[in-house]
């Protein structure tokens, strides 16, 4: 198997148990863990001034820092996002500047593309045929589009509820598409029913591949380098499953180690009231979540009732001295429109959840008035236009 110079496996975030690159494909073999990559530090020599002399083109250009080499990458050029400087917003929070990072320019609209490229290139490098995975919308989407690309087999699973656009953009893209019941939970069924009759299909579910997390830690390297070195003081992201929150947190600790920055910012849980299992639990001081009962919200990509990453997710907020807010879904769809109508930006409602909680936490005096605050906008506005329309019709516009 064909890898980075650095990477050298995969190591059990529970039980610390080691892989090989070929052997640790999915979860701990032991324990049932999360599996994360691991990398010789000492071998990586990569500096500010040798990034500096790349072209920020994708998030391939930290080949060093991942497990796979650009030149067998499934890759779109997915990442290198701008970050924009929002200063009306910036005001309103009475901070000293806030930064949209906007993910809505990848390839397929969203973040997730950034997971899919590394997780489809280790599909491939794994020897696999056929992916399989269940999501809300457009991690399906995401990877149907990458395996397209690879010549590999997808088969999604939605739930009824995920939008139009992810539907059919997986029918477009070829992929073998199963809708199931109303919720995420239940295509998470659908999913691990199909797959026990077919034990050839290579998992892509977010955390049961090592590899979609890796994938979109590259979202902090981009923010920091953006910012001339400077870490912003928060990053406030809309969490579902965690996987980008815990990717940038384990980016930040990589750059710390190998010397790049000195700080790691403050990482914030945004989500929504009808589903804040991490929240709830932040705030009661647990170090594990306890599974939502009945999860309601119209941020689609975030109603993760039950995220099997949540002590992880939990000590990135507590050990970088973050935290976590949950809004209601009107504030959520308001701030969607605010933004779009004061910066322009464009975000979907899953995402505006990360703008209506820097608010929140603004109002209950989190920030300080020269912080820079930086909001992932995981994924484009347009892919739900039709929710924030309806939010505009609920007001008589
Ligand atoms: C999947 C998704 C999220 C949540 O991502 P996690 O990293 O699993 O928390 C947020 N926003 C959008 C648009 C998504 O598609
Ligand atoms: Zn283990």
Redesign the pocket.
């Known amino acids: 198997m064909e890898t980075t110079e650095a990477f050298t496996g995969l190591e059990c975030h529970d039980c610390d148990r080691s892989y090989a690159p070929e052997a640790g494909t999915h979860r701990c073999a032991d324990c049932g863990g999360i599996l994360d990559p691991t990398y010789d530090y000492d071998a990586i020599d990569v500096t500010r001034e040798s990034l500096a002399d790349r072209p920020f083109d994708s998030l391939w250009r930290y080949a060093e820092l991942l497990p796979f080499e650009r030149d067998v990458a499934v890759s779109m050029d997915e990442g290198a996002t701008p970050a924009v400087e929002c200063e009306t917003l910036a005001d309103e929070l009475g901070v000293g500047e806030v930064l949209i990072k906007d993910e809505g320019r990848n390839p397929t609209g969203?973040?997730?593309d950034r997971g899919a490229s590394m997780a489809v290139t280790a599909a491939v490098a794994h020897g696999a045929t056929d992916v399989v995975l269940p999501s809300?919308g457009?991690?399906g989407q995401a990877a149907s589009a990458y395996a397209a690309r690879a010549g590999l087999d997808a088969h999604v699973f939605l739930p009824s509820r995920s939008s139009f656009t992810t539907k059919a953009m997986v029918n477009v893209h070829g992929g073998d598409l199963t809708v199931s019941g109303g919720r995420i939970g239940d295509a998470g069924a659908a999913a691990t029913d199909a797959m026990a009759e077919h034990d050839d299909w290579y998992s892509l579910s977010?955390f049961v591949t090592p590899y979609r997390h890796e994938g979109?830690k590259t979202m902090l390297y981009e923010l920091v380098e953006q910012r001339d070195w400077q870490v912003p003081d928060a990053i406030v992201y809309?969490?579902?499953?965690?996987?980008?929150?815990v990717g940038m947190y384990k980016a930040a600790r990589e750059w710390r180690e190998l010397g790049l920055i000195d700080e790691i910012p403050a990482f914030y849980a945004a989500q929504a009231s009808g589903c804040a299992p991490i929240v709830e639990a932040f705030d009661a001081g647990r170090d594990e979540h306890e599974p939502i009962e009945n999860p309601d919200t119209i941020c689609g990509?975030?109603e993760?009732p039950d995220p099997g990453a949540s002590r992880w997710i939990l000590d990135a907020l507590r050990e970088s001295g973050g935290g976590a807010v949950a809004t209601d879904d009107h504030e959520i769809l308001d701030a969607a429109v605010a933004v779009a109508q004061n910066e322009g930006l464009e975000m979907?409602p899953?995402?505006a959840a990360a703008a209506s909680g820097a608010w929140a936490l603004a109002e209950r005096g989190e920030f300080d008035a020269d912080d820079t605050v930086a909001i992932v906008n995981?994924?484009a506005g347009n892919k739900n236009a039709d929710v924030l329309r309806s939010h505009l019709m609920g007001q008589g516009i």
Do not use: M, Q, R
């Not at 809309?238 to 929150?245: H, I, K, R």
């Open positions: 969203t973040f997730k809300a457009n991690a977010s979109k809309p969490t579902g499953g965690g996987v980008g929150l990509g975030i993760i979907a899953t995402c995981t994924g």
